[in-house]
């Protein structure tokens, strides 16, 4: 089952432009993780916020985490076409016995037009 | 380049065949786990294991099984399959619990 559900499903933007992409979760975790991927290819890691922390920036990337409201947002400033790909939210959280998973969100899809 | 790598990249199977699919961890990492992407869906976590270990199980089907050798390299096995398996499978690895997944490429299965 996904425990993150991203928000919009679909964003265009023209370059230059700031672009939201909002995520929300069902359960305590760990932390929160925001991956991209670009067509076809393997997820790169972008940027983690550990459950006790409320905003941290990476580059042109902000993210912050409301664990009250169990959200967070990426803002990603002054958007580039190269950033044109999805983008996934996934949450680390305890799964029962020690165990924990990392679990992905059906992602933004993210395009930045020219 | 994550340090993951996963083969093959493409395969192209008949339904009711049985595959097996790799993935190499980044050196040094002790968690692998697998998850499979159908078009334009998210990723479905399917099952981690953890220096050997099973850890978490997800969405696995009964047909399909995986994995974890002494030398961290994983498969996962895809048996009886169906037009509906057709889908991206990844593997990711990370260091420890709490850290950052790299992810392979991936391995593209077709299922004709």
């Known amino acids: 089952s996904q425990q993150g559900e991203e928000d919009p499903q679909a964003l265009s933007i023209q370059e230059g432009e700031n672009a939201t992409m909002n995520c929300s979760y069902k359960?305590?975790?760990?932390?929160l993780q925001w991956y991209r991927q670009n067509s076809g290819r393997g997820l790169v890691h972008l940027i983690l916020?550990?459950?006790?922390?409320r905003e941290k920036h990476s580059g042109r990337l902000r993210v912050t985490l409301d664990t009250s409201k169990k959200s967070s947002s990426l803002l990603i400033t002054a958007s580039r076409a190269a950033d044109t790909a999805s983008y996934f939210c996934a949450t680390d959280a305890e799964s029962g016995a020690g165990s924990y998973q990392l679990t992905f969100g059906k992602g933004t899809k993210l395009s930045v037009i020219p | 380049d994550s340090g993951v790598t996963q083969t093959p990249k493409h395969l192209i199977t008949a339904t009711g065949q049985r595959v097996t699919l790799r993935c190499s961890p980044r050196?040094?990492?002790?968690?692998v786990y697998w998850y499979q992407q159908s078009l334009d869906q998210g990723l479905q976590f399917l099952i981690q294991?953890?220096?050997?270990?099973?850890?978490a199980k997800g969405n696995i089907l009964e047909r399909f099984s995986a994995q974890q050798f002494p030398d961290l390299h994983s498969e996962l096995n895809l048996s009886s399959l169906e037009l509906g398996d057709s889908a991206l499978y990844f593997c990711a690895s990370s260091a420890i619990k709490g850290t950052e997944a790299f992810f392979g490429q991936g391995t593209r299965l077709t299922v004709v």
């Open positions: 916020i550990r459950s006790n922390e």
């Open positions: 050196s040094g990492d002790l968690s």
């Open positions: 294991y953890y220096n050997g270990e099973e850890r």
């Open positions: 359960t305590s975790i760990n932390n």
